[in-house]
């Protein structure tokens, strides 16, 4: 039995349509997807997991928490810990019985236990039915109020430094136009709250209202009967109004679903327990959906082959699977209001980037569908703000990480070197008044320096010197200081290669400067050197499998025989 909250209200009011019914835009083409617009059958963005944090904050500090309790008893004379406890402790009780009496399975669970996992078990098949369908109890460690009292009226409160593990609730609920959402609350006093979403599943719910057929697996949308219907759709959720539609169904559930149960109405309404919003983790992705599926997984590998030892990639995660994509796409096949779950029936390639607490993905989902999605696993590194009133500069600044990560990618996979390069880039330049040396790829500190700023290039916030004095000093192995990688970054600098971040001390590699260093790295590490080799040295024996490189350099090895035997070139 599943029994929504009294007076439940997820969907916006038409007042709030009317208001903030801004018309959403659809992504500019970053210039990877350029690349590849004859493979691709089109693609949207989306914003994925939404994680927000709920807290009181008159609570937050020692003093507030004072005043707070004398609101809700009148004094403070019974604020200790064990009062704190037996808070807790009714929580507990009364959320037991009313699950007990409405037939609602709260699990505990053991530590390590995958706890979605677990509520997936009990979701409701009937899409019509909302509500709390399962409660699950795990033990975390929280930094819980700690109250010691001496003297007659002397109280002393501030947070425990060990925090202690105590129970936390996660009430997964089924919302109308959510779908499946998670409130993850504490079980002491002032019951701290976590709120997870899922963006595909509101995107799911709205394009079905609005007739827009499409095929789910898993957390991606493979088949969609309107791509630009479907793109504006997801595009909501960047806009201004989706501060209102999170903050609405926070409201919905958090007081009348979960905190009733520490607080009923009346204490609430008389403490005025009122929560406030802050985003913790988010999500962006896009999604690109490929006519074909085994080109898709041909791009894909050499994308990743290409790039993984320029970007110093040094793990790349595999799952095989036990089916092959299709080479081909039945589109009279009709399109389906359907949603299935993932199984690993297609082999999973992620190309994974970590930089501090900011993770960049690329990887395949279902038969045709190519994802780049960035992940901020404390928003407290974008630099934005973050309470719920920042979220569209939240999403903003996750955009921009992303188009910049596909830009570093496509200009280290793509390369191209202007004619008048090798020429241009030895002479001296000049920054200002300062003249500065020229850039010699043929000394190794110079191409170690190129190296250390190809692979520092895919970080979202630029790179510092000492990070690419540490770069080059692991690549060269040989002592090398922060004063002469500023130097080395001048020169680059002078040849337009790199650029200073606005109003930071931090770096980064322009696009045409980045098509240029790995052009340069390209050309003589897998051409000039293996030919030179090749021609001078003694071939090996023949493989017996000749891969598509090894024919290429076979074939020119010959023709540069002939050419250094006609240009009286000893070899």
């Not at 709205?206 to 991606?220: M, P």
Request: hydrophobic share 35%.
């Amino acid at each position: 039995m599943i029994l929504p909250p009294p007076g439940h209200k997820s969907a916006p009011s038409p007042k709030h349509k009317r208001r903030c019914g801004a018309k959403p835009t659809l992504f500019d083409p970053d210039p990877l997807s350029q690349h590849y617009a004859s493979r691709l059958e089109g693609g949207y963005d989306c914003v994925d997991r939404i994680v927000l944090n709920a807290y009181f904050l008159l609570a937050q500090s020692p003093g507030g928490f004072r005043s707070w309790w004398r609101l809700l008893y009148g004094s403070d004379k019974d604020l200790d810990n064990a009062h704190l406890m037996r808070m807790a402790g009714r929580f507990s009780r009364r959320l037991r019985a009313w699950a007990n009496k409405n037939d609602i399975p709260v699990i505990d669970c053991n530590r390590g236990e995958r706890k979605h996992d677990v509520a997936e078990q009990y979701l409701p098949s009937d899409g019509d039915q909302f509500g709390v369908f399962c409660v699950i109890v795990g033990r975390a460690p929280f930094p819980v109020w700690d109250v010691r009292r001496f003297g007659e009226r002397g109280i002393d409160i501030r947070r425990k430094k060990a925090q202690p593990h105590v129970n936390h609730y996660s009430f997964h609920i089924l919302d109308p136009e959510w779908g499946w959402l998670t409130i993850k609350l504490c079980g002491h006093p002032p019951f701290t709250a976590q709120i997870m979403l899922n963006g595909h599943e509101y995107v799911a719910r709205r394009a079905r209202k609005k007739k827009i057929g499409f095929t789910k697996e898993g957390n991606c949308f493979t088949e969609t009967s309107n791509a630009a219907g479907l793109a504006q759709v997801a595009d909501t959720l960047r806009s201004d109004n989706a501060i209102g539609r999170l903050k609405q169904v926070c409201e919905c559930w958090i007081y009348s679903a979960c905190l009733c149960f520490a607080l009923d109405l009346d204490e609430q309404q008389r403490t005025g327990f009122r929560y406030a919003y802050s985003v913790y983790q988010a999500e962006y992705s896009r999604n690109l959906v490929f006519t074909d599926g085994r080109v898709m997984d041909q791009v894909f590998q050499g994308l990743i082959d290409r790039t993984r030892a320029p970007l110093n990639i040094r793990t790349v995660k595999t799952i095989f699977g036990i089916k092959q994509r299709r080479r081909r796409y039945n589109k009279k096949e009709p399109v389906r209001f359907e949603v299935v779950v993932e199984r690993p029936e297609y082999d999973l390639t992620v190309f994974k980037v970590h930089c501090g607490r900011l993770t960049l993905k690329i990887y395949t989902k279902g038969e045709r569908v190519l994802r780049i999605e960035v992940i901020a696993h404390n928003t407290v590194d974008l630099r934005c703000g973050r309470q719920l009133h920042w979220f569209p500069e939240i999403v903003a600044r996750l955009v921009a990480i992303l188009d910049r990560f596909l830009e570093v990618l496509h200009s280290v996979d793509v390369t191209w070197i202007d004619d008048g390069t090798l020429d241009h880039l030895p002479q001296p330049s000049q920054i200002g008044r300062t003249r500065v040396g020229g850039v010699d790829i043929n000394k190794p500190r110079m191409r170690a320096v190129m190296e250390a700023v190809i692979g520092l290039s895919p970080s979202p916030q630029g790179f510092g010197i000492a990070a690419l004095a540490a770069r080059v000093g692991e690549i060269t192995g040989l002592p090398y200081q922060s004063r002469q990688a500023a130097y080395d970054l001048k020169k680059l600098r002078g040849k337009g290669l790199v650029r200073k971040i606005e109003h930071t001390r931090c770096w980064e590699a322009t696009a045409v400067g980045l098509k240029t260093m790995a052009g340069l790295v390209v050309l003589r590490e897998k051409v000039m050197k293996p030919l030179l080799a090749g021609i001078v040295g003694q071939p090996g024996p023949k493989p017996k499998e000749c891969g598509v490189l090894e024919s290429h350099y076979q074939v020119i090895r010959c023709e540069m025989h002939s050419l250094f035997q006609t240009l009286k070139i000893a070899v």
